[in-house]
């Protein structure tokens, strides 16, 4: 069973900057695929940013040039860093695997950002 513990959220104005992080237990970290999502209210989740075992990296067009995944395999740990954040990036973040390479593992309770003008 992987458990995901998100940190690093806050509240921020619009330009400004957060890093997020995410613990993972589990010794698959490394080779899995790992995503950002968020969820902004009434709205479903969606992935922004993912990253495969190999550093590979995806970004979504809303947070492409702004956002910056990486991850520590030594610490089971994935970053989400945000700059120039917008109004529109409010949202809980989570993280998880990315779901275009597998089911994702049962859901952390997120960390919310809060963006505003």
């Known amino acids: 069973q992987v458990q995901l513990v998100e940190s690093g959220g806050g509240l921020v104005q619009a330009g400004g900057s957060l890093r997020l992080s995410c613990a993972a237990s589990g010794s698959i970290f490394s080779i899995d695929a790992m995503g950002w999502y968020r969820q902004a209210p009434g709205k479903q989740r969606e992935l922004v940013a993912g990253?495969?075992?190999?550093?590979?990296?995806y970004y979504a067009d809303s947070v492409k040039g702004r956002f910056t995944i990486s991850k520590d395999n030594a610490r089971n740990t994935v970053y989400l860093q945000m700059n120039s954040l917008k109004r529109e990036d409010t949202a809980v973040y989570y993280c998880n695997r990315d779901s275009r390479y597998g089911l994702t593992w049962g859901w952390g309770q997120g960390t919310q950002v809060t963006v505003s003008s």
């Open positions: 990253i495969t075992g190999g550093g590979i990296t």
